[in-house]
Every structure is written in C-alpha cells, then in structure tokens.
C-alpha cells in the first residue's frame, strides 16, 4: 500500500462524528477527476459520483436499493462473480443469465449487469458491444450496471467504461458504473469503492443508503482522496501484476493448459479439458490454490481461475512448479 494512502488515513483519524453517507465534497470531486484524467470518462459532476463500503456490498444491495422486486428481472453475465446473482434474489427478483442481447427475447429487464474486464475470465467488451447494449437499454427504459473494477488492468486489450462518450455520447442517463481501490490501490481491507454516473440514479442510491446507514468512514474517505489523486501509485501496481501475468502466463501454457480470454485484469481464466474439481485437485497437490470455474456458473465447469494477487515470491515458487510438472 502506498505511504500517500496510510498517511492520509492516519490524519484523518480523530473523526468521531458520523461521516457523510454521500462522500465529502474532496472525495466526490477527486473521483471524478480520476475517472476522466485515467479512464477518459468525461461529464461527471461531483454530484453523480457515491462512495461505497465496498463494491461488493453496493453490487449485492444495488437492486433493492433501486426498490426491484418480484415483478423484475435482473440480467447477470453467464459466467459472473455470484454476488450479482445473491443481490438480484436478495431484492425478490428474477435472474436471468445471458451474454447477447438475443438471448433476451422479448423480455425487458429491469437491470442489466455488465462486468468489463470480467471476473472471472478477464474478458473485454468492445466498445461496439458495449454502445449496442446501451442504445438498447435506453430505447427500453432499463438501468446498465458497469461492474469495473478491473478497468485499469488491460494486457491485451484496452477496456472501456460504459461513461466513456464513444460508449455512451456523453449522456450518463440509466448508466452506473462502479470502481473500486482494492485492486488499483490495495485497499480492499479498507472497503472504499464508489459508483458514478446518472445523477438522478444516484440521487436516489444516496436517499435510501442515508437511512439505511450506508457510510464510509471518514478516515477512508481521505484515504481513498490520496489514492484517487496519485497516479504513481496505481501505475506501479499495475506494472506489479504485469510482471506476475508475464511469469505465470507461459508457465501455464507450457504445462499444459490452454489459457481463454485473460486479455486484462487480475486472473488467468484456465483448463485442461477436464472437469475444473480435478484440475483444482491436481493444482493443490503442487500447492497452487485456485477457484473452479463452477463456481461463477455452469460454462465454468471445465476451467479454473488462477489469481495474480499472490506476492511476487509465490507467483515465482508457483511457476516453478508448474515447470517441474510440465
């Protein structure tokens, strides 16, 4: 973690009063900047950007903070990190999983979630899939949820944000996109993340999380202004998990396994053309711990995902086992 993000922290310690659940006016203001000055997102004013206790915690309640119920139908991608799906059935609402607009049919939803890069497969949506989308969410009414958290961490590719004017024209309306500083910035055990975009969205976001008592603590909240305004810091993290992806990527390819998609973000999407329990097994018994891809759906059965999260001396002591093994 950076020194910039444990002093700022630490100054702002002696915070005994109640934070502000919509952010203090630094933070809102500094997230934006961020997001235009790294990302190219432009047109956000301080207003239409919400820190969060986590992206993880606004994703799970996101549809019932919209009031979704029985009657909506919320879309997840097929292979997805499963908190969309809990957030969808925690609001009473229907899930249905698809990674095409086809695959809708006539249905409207009511959400649509988007994960660019993807968790788990570190898959990039173009920016033709992603303003295809958005033109037809909007012809319908229906909300564009961006989950991404992974947007700075593009190999092969470079991600887009769904606020990025080639995406969306510069009209931010039914759009949400949601950032994190867990991986930019090694904060996820300060839980700081925000969502930006449409601000009558998040008006309404901020109007049921002030009862609900949904608020960042104040010393994060400075936390998070350090880290949004020092680009050196996120720069040498990201070169940080290039350097690991460049020694455990071919290692695996010259193990056996085919690698799919990975093109950005945090994992290495795997498999050995068999079941994924076995693959994880096989894994485990040369002291590599990784997920099965079961685990964020049923296309998922025969791959694993591998993180590039270890420090740098397991990535290391990872790849040479899999060298022996190879």
Same mark, same amino acid.
């Given at each position: @973690? ?6 700022? *922290?630490?100054?702002? $310690?002696?915070? =005994?009063?109640? %934070? ?8 809102? !203001?500094?997230?934006?900047? !961020? ?5 190219? +997102? ?8 919400? =820190? ?5 915690? *606004? ?8 009031? /979704? ?36 049919? %006539? ?17 990039? /949506? ?10 037809? !969410?909007?012809?319908?009414?229906? +909300?564009?949820?961006?989950?991404? &958290? ?10 887009? $944000? ?5 995406? &969306? ?16 910035? $090694? ?27 949904? @608020? ?49 973000? *945090? ?7 068999? =079941? &994924? ?5 096989? /894994? ?7 997920? =099965? ?14 993180? *590039? ?18």
């Amino acid at each position: @973690m950076a020194p910039v993000i444990r002093a700022a *922290l630490a100054e702002a $310690s002696a915070a =005994p009063g109640y %934070p502000t659940t919509a952010g203090t006016p630094a933070l809102r !203001a500094s997230a934006a900047a !961020a997001l235009e000055r790294r990302y190219g +997102i432009t047109g956000l004013t301080p207003d239409a950007v919400l =820190p969060a206790i986590g992206t993880k915690e *606004l994703i799970a309640w996101l549809p019932t903070l919209l009031g /979704l119920g029985g009657d909506d139908t919320v879309v997840v991608p097929e292979l997805a990190y499963p908190t969309y799906d809990v957030g969808a059935r925690l609001a009473g609402a229907r899930v249905f999983r698809a990674d095409s607009l086809t695959q809708l049919g %006539p249905q409207t939803p009511a959400l649509i979630y988007l994960n660019s890069p993807s968790n788990p497969t570190g898959r990039v /949506l173009g920016v033709d899939h992603l303003r295809k989308v958005v033109g037809w !969410a909007r012809d319908r009414g229906v +909300i564009v949820a961006s989950d991404e &958290c992974y947007l700075g961490l593009g190999w092969d590719e470079t991600p887009v $944000s769904v606020l990025h004017p080639t995406v &969306c024209g510069g009209d931010h309306t039914n759009l949400l996109a949601i950032h994190s500083l867990s991986k930019t910035s $090694s904060l996820a055990g300060y839980r700081a993340g925000f969502v930006a975009g449409d601000p009558a969205l998040v008006a309404e976001l901020l109007a049921v999380r002030k009862h609900a008592g949904m @608020m960042v603590p104040t010393p994060v909240q400075a936390a998070m202004v350090a880290a949004l305004d020092d680009d050196a810091h996120e720069r040498q993290q990201r070169e940080r998990y290039q350097r690991r992806r460049r020694e455990l990527l071919p290692a695996l390819q010259q193990a056996g396994f085919t690698v799919d998609h990975s093109e950005a973000g *945090l994992y290495l999407w795997a498999t050995r053309g068999e =079941p &994924c329990r076995a693959t994880v097994d096989w /894994l485990a018994r040369r002291g590599i711990l990784v997920a =099965p891809g079961e685990f964020y759906g049923p296309r998922g059965a025969e791959h694993v995902r591998i993180a *590039l999260t270890a420090p740098d001396e397991r990535i290391t002591a990872a790849a040479a086992r899999l060298a022996q093994a190879g």
